[in-house]
């Protein structure tokens, strides 16, 4: 299943739901369940809680639709199935509850960084209200003339998770994402830590979506790629990773708990900006693409905001 939230022509807030078949329709959750009706905000993340009635309910509506035409038209009739092209799509999770990125996570990377593996996960945070979807603009913050791009494979949480071992890890996965973890490098580096310059508004484009792992299958041999106005900048593998996905929520779960809906970035692959020689910045105007194998496009332009 393919996991999206997007807004309706007139709508304020972020409704959660799934592309149907070929992707040219969206099962809007809380309206073709009825639970909105009965009191649940169609924003919450209790729709990607895997323990949660909501998600089970959801999640069986929309696999039943794939066989049951009928249905299909009767849940259009309601309004709870929308042509895509109707809609807004967002970030798959507008607001995460948490944002955790992975340093260093790719050997190759390390190499180019000049630096050592870490011996555990190397982890810091974003902003989640730095989080936009698809196609949203990556703004250049004022003062800053080092923006960077990371590809990274996203992994969102899908039921609390505290102190999981390893090996039950993949069970509290929702599902994956792409996602850019932009960074201000001339912020990043002149401040010793990486807070600021790694959540400033929209320096976390996501998605288009959520495939859920039944879909996809495993994720440690994907091929991910970031292109630059079309020109690919990097071009590697998950197979690359240094902490693999189990040993990542195995690791973080076991000082913070892990609820549905948290992201986490797991590291990007050689080939960023301030390694090259001479450095390749990302200017206003640009368009970033993340690409990873069966997670679809995600592309941003980048624009200057006075």
């Given at each position: 299943m393919k996991i999206v939230s997007f807004k309706l022509?007139?709508?304020?807030?972020?409704?959660?739901?799934a592309l149907i078949g070929d992707g040219s329709q969206v099962l809007d959750f809380?309206?073709?369940?009825?639970?909105?009706?009965?009191?649940?905000d169609a924003s919450?993340?209790?729709?990607?809680?895997?323990?949660?009635?909501?998600?089970a309910t959801a999640r069986g509506l929309a696999t039943g639709l794939q066989l049951d035409s009928e249905a299909a038209a009767a849940l259009r009739e309601s309004g709870g199935l929308l042509p895509v092209g109707e809609v807004r799509l967002l970030s798959p999770v507008p607001r995460p509850g948490k944002v955790i990125c992975i340093g260093l996570n790719y050997k190759d990377h390390a190499a180019e960084s000049k630096m050592d593996l870490p011996d555990r996960p190397l982890a810091f945070s974003k902003f989640s209200s730095c989080v936009v979807g698809s196609g949203a603009d990556v703004i250049v913050p004022p003062g800053s003339e080092q923006l960077d791009y990371e590809a990274e494979l996203g992994v969102v949480i899908g039921k609390r998770a505290c102190r999981v071992p390893a090996s039950e890890a993949l069970d509290y996965v929702l599902g994956y994402t792409n996602v850019n973890d932009v960074s201000a490098r001339d912020f990043q580096f002149a401040d010793g830590q990486w807070q600021r310059g790694k959540s400033c508004d929209t320096f976390c484009p996501t998605g288009p979506w959520i495939v859920t792992p039944d879909e996809l299958g495993d994720p440690h041999v994907l091929r991910i790629r970031f292109r630059l106005n079309g020109?690919?900048?990097?071009?590697?593998?998950?197979d690359q990773l240094h902490h693999r996905i189990p040993e990542l929520i195995a690791q973080l779960s076991a000082f913070v708990t892990l609820e549905p809906g948290d992201l986490i970035a797991t590291g990007t692959p050689p080939g960023v900006g301030f390694a090259r020689t001479p450095p390749v910045w990302v200017r206003p105007e640009d368009l970033m693409e993340v690409e990873i194998a069966g997670l679809g496009i995600l592309e941003n332009p980048v624009v200057q905001v006075d």
């Open positions: 022509p007139n709508g304020a807030s972020p409704r959660a739901g809380a309206t073709a369940t009825g639970l909105e009706a009965a009191g649940l919450s993340n209790d729709w990607f809680d895997l323990d949660g009635q909501a998600y020109k690919t900048l990097q071009d590697s593998n998950t």
